[in-house]
Each structure stands twice: as C-alpha cells, then as structure tokens.
C-alpha cells in the first residue's frame, strides 16, 4: 500500500481539503495547510518539515514514523514519537474549534454523513466516497476503502506513475477493484494508529477550503457574540467617553490578530493558539495557552445559561416552582430548565447539523439590531440625552464589557489556516475588527439613547414586550446560545476526555464527564446571576490574556531578533496595557459580584 495512502486516513476531520489545484506543494500563503495532530502529518509540506526539524513543534515527528511503517522497518522510531505525541495536550483543539469557525454551508453529502442512519436507505451520492460513512468497528477490521485516497496524489507519487494531476472529488463512488495494470505490490493493508485510536467528535470536515468572503462571515460570527448585549450597560456605567475604549481595543486586537498570523508563517508545524504557545515557550506555554482557552470557553457556557435564564424569565416572569420546600423563582427555573434541555445536545459525538445552524450567529445578531432600531424609531419609545461624561470609578466594568467584545483570537489561527487565500487574510481581519467595532459603538450610543439610566445588563430586557420586534429580539438571544452552547462546551469537553486515563476514554465516561460539565455551569451561574459583571471578569481576564497579551508575548519569543524595535517597543506596550486592564478590571467585577451590587 502506498504511503500516502495509508496516512490519508489518518485524520481526516482536522484537515481542511480544499480544491486540489491548491493542494499540491504550495505555500503557506496559498497552500494547503499543514495536519495540525501529532499523529497524522500526511501533507507533501510536512515531510519536507519533518526533515527540516525532527523535533520541533507539534505535529513533526509523526511523519517519519508513518513513513517507517510504510517500509516495514519503523517499529525502532515509534516508541519516542509515540510519546512525544501524547504530551502534546490537546491534540483535539484543532478539530474542536474548527466547529465554531470555519462553517460552510452544508452539501447533501455532508448533511447525509452527519446523519449515518440514513446512508442505508440511499443513493449513490449518499454511499460516495470516503471514510465518514465508516464505524470505528469497520476502521479496526482494516476494511477502510485504501484504493481510493482521501487527498489528490503526491508530487513524488505522481512521478513515480508518470501520470498527470487529476482533479479528484471527496465524494466519490464506492471503491472498485483497480485494473490489473495499476495494482501496487500486495502488502499488509491496516489502517494508521491515529485512525484507529480516534476518540474525537465524529464531525465530516469542508469539502473545499474557504474564499475570502466565507472567511469575513466566520469572523463576523466569531466577533458579533453575545457582548454586543452589554455595551449599552457599558455607557451607562463609565460615561459616553469609555466609548472611546473600543477602537482602542479594536486596534490593538486587530494588530495582535496579525502577530497570529506572523507566527504561523514562522513555521508549517504551527496551525492552532497551542501550536503556538509551543513555539514559543514549550510544552508548558502549550498547556497554559491551552487552560486558558478552555477556561475562557467555559465561562461563556456560563454566560450562556445566565443569558437563557434571564431572558426566559423576562417572556414569563411569573413562572415559579415550589416542592418540598425548595422554591425556584422564573430565573432559577428557566436556568435548570434549559441546561436539561441543552445537554443531549452536548452528549452527541457528531454537532455537524447544530453547527451550521449556529453559524447563524451574524443573521441573529442583524435581527436583533434591526429590531432595536425599530423599536426605537418606529414604535415610539424614541431617544433621551442623557448620562454623564466619564465614571471613573465604573470604567474597568466597562473595559472588561468592551474587551469581551474582541474575544475571537481562539479563532483566528483556525480561520486563518482554512483560507484557500491565506495572503487575503490582513484585509480580512481588518475589515471584520472595523465592522464589528462600528456596530458595538452604535449599538451601544443608540440602546443608552433609548433606556438611559434605566438601562439593564441586557438591552433586549429593556424592550417593552407588548411590541412585535421586541418579542423577535429576544427569542433570538435564547435560540443563538442554545444552539452555540454544546459547540462551545465540546472542545473543554474533548480536552477533558484526552486526559483521562487510557481505560476509560470510552462513550459512558465521555457522557459523565460532559454531564457534569453542564451541571457544574448551572452551578457557577446561579451562584453568580450578574451577566454583567461576569462578562466584565471574562474580558478583563481572559480577553486581555488572549487577545493582548499572549499574542504579543508569542510573537517576540519566536522572532527574537526578527523583531524591529519599534515593534518591541509596540509589543512591550501592549502587554502592559493588557496586564493593567486586567488586574483592575478583575478587581472591580469581583469586588462588585461579592457586594452583590
């Protein structure tokens, strides 16, 4: 069996393939990118990588070790990349996050492989091609379709069958003998290791690599979340002029977007935040780049189910239980009620279809402004001055308000490696930063205008609920997080379930372990039902950290000496604006939540 097509099954699902014209030794700037897991390093680019650097970065030396096995004579080299292979934590990051960027449309094909039942009732184009439509029991009997590789031939491949690059398909027709003529050696056919030890979320992958327009609504999804609910609350709480701290903010956070972006050039081992936090300070920049990730991911699903329970129990505010003496007022209520519903979803190992349904997020966020504005212009409530200046003693609420409002660097580098025109890529985390800061700063003037002092932590609570768009906004702002929490849960879930001892990486200790994920933030939020001020936490915490200060800090660790001293300089200043933000602005959100204000 050829070598390329013994990896070609590797991992699949962490590959972006795009149109086969782009796959074959190009670039960085406009190839294909390079396999992000340890285990499956397939591409024509990371051989040569592999032996350019045997042992850097995450991802290098699983080649060599694929490449032995092919031969037969590997079974020396395997011990030490086996290894190195599992201290890379998290190996499932890349496939994880890719749910929560780089969403396309669905084809039949992928709608039918998110749903395995129904390959047996169909056509041709539902049985095509490869090795989604395969259980792991099928994968393990080695009866994987290896006369059809899962990636066009290889540059060497093709010179050595003296035949021309053809333009192959991902859906294919079921594989068929091949003619005598063109049959390989016979040789013992077993799938790769990394195929056969997947643990990961069963999720098909996009068939092509995405244009620069698909690349502006994945970053306009990732940036127009939740926190343009607050931003009114943030006038309300600092003065007009905190406004001022968004384009600051935004700047910055465009301009370490970039540093993202230098910092995977620097290397085709590099694809994801971990991958560069290990560059730049080792395994153990990886894990805390990575725990500070998951963290961030987790505090969101809180935010989630604070979000659903107020905004439930704005549409019934006289819903209650009491039994057994335990009385549950409509926000308690709702909170519970909704993480029940919410954790099938997180139970599911394949999220293909809620996927794309949360890939909605931009429509959700346009439907809400649009009714804003319309209640605001056209159903009388109108716009009042009013406000102070500046309230310098709520501004670090504000700045972590402000700050939660660019949290999308997790996304980035994952957004990035699946441009099919990655040099696209400066014009299109401009044009997403200058839209979305836009958007925020005139959400946030035209929400104060309409509520002033009266305004609450969510804006949409503000809207009188006898109005039509009122009612429209805020069953938008329950379905966005229903949908958005499992995706957002499954990569703290997944890196969760790679930790675990090898015994029990099973489906009943994935389900445990994503139960009590669900319950634990049920927990957190009514233990802390200020949307608000969590949301201030997160983004002076984690934002600063993610979106500032990491970035930056990563940058100068792998260019060293690259680096002009202007840019030092710049750097150096950034970080310090990030640590200070976040001390103070930390300070005052938790001073605040144990005040109970």
Known sequence: MDRDEEKGHGDRSLLFIGDEDDDLGVDRDGGSPPSSDAGSSFSERSDDSIDEDPGGGDGSGSGSDDDADADGTGTQGRVPNVARQQAAWPQSYRQSIDMLSAVQSPTVSLIMAASPSLTKFGSSFIKAGSSFFLNKKAAAEGSLPLTRPLLPPSLSQLSQQGQPAARLSTDSLPPRPPAPALQAPTMQQRPSAACLKSNYIELPPPSSKCSSSQSIINGLNVLCGVGILTTCFGIKEAGWLSLLLLPLL???????????????????????????????????????????????????????????????????????????????????????????????????????????????????????????????????????????????????????????????????????????????????????????????????????????????????????????????????????????????????????????????????????????LVLSTVVVALSFPYFALVMALLGSVFTMLVALILPCACYLSIKRNLVPLWEVSLCITIILIGMVCACIGSYTSIKQMIGGS
């Open 250 to 516: 935004g700047a910055c956070s465009c301009y370490t977007g970039l540093l993202l972006k230098r910092c995977i050039d620097s290397s085709p081992t590099i694809e994801t935040y971990p991958d560069i936090g290990q560059a730049a300070f080792g395994i153990s920049g990886r894990i805390f780049v990575s725990v500070v990730l998951y963290l961030e991911l987790y505090a969101c699903c809180v935010e989630y189910i604070t979000l659903l329970g107020d905004s439930l129990s704005s549409v019934f505010p006289s819903a209650h239980l009491a039994f057994t003496g335990i009385y549950l007022n409509s926000h308690n209520l709702f909170a519970i009620t909704m993480a029940l519903a919410i954790l099938p979803s997180v139970w599911l190992r394949n999220l293909s279809l809620l996927s794309y349904l949360s890939a909605g997020g931009v429509v959700a966020t346009i439907t809400v402004i649009v009714c804003l504005f319309w209640v605001g212009i056209g159903d009388g409530v109108g716009f009042h001055p009013s406000g102070t200046a500046l309230n310098l003693t709520r501004l670090p609420v504000a700045l972590g308000l402000y700050g939660y409002c660019f949290s999308g660097h997790s996304v980035f580098p994952n957004i990035y490696s699946s441009m099919k025109e990655r040099s696209q890529f400066p014009f299109v985390i401009l044009f997403c930063f200058i839209v979305v800061t836009v958007v925020y700063a005139g959400v946030a003037a035209t929400g104060f205008l309409m509520f002033g002092e009266s305004t609450m932590s969510q804006f949409t609570l503000n809207m009188p609920q006898q109005y039509a768009p009122s009612k429209i906004a805020i069953w938008m702002t329950i379905v966005n997080p229903y949908t958005k929490y499992a995706l957002t849960m499954t990569p703290v879930a997944l890196s969760i379930e790679e930790a675990l001892p090898k015994k029990m990486r099973n489906y009943l200790a994935g389900m445990c372990v994503r139960t009590a």
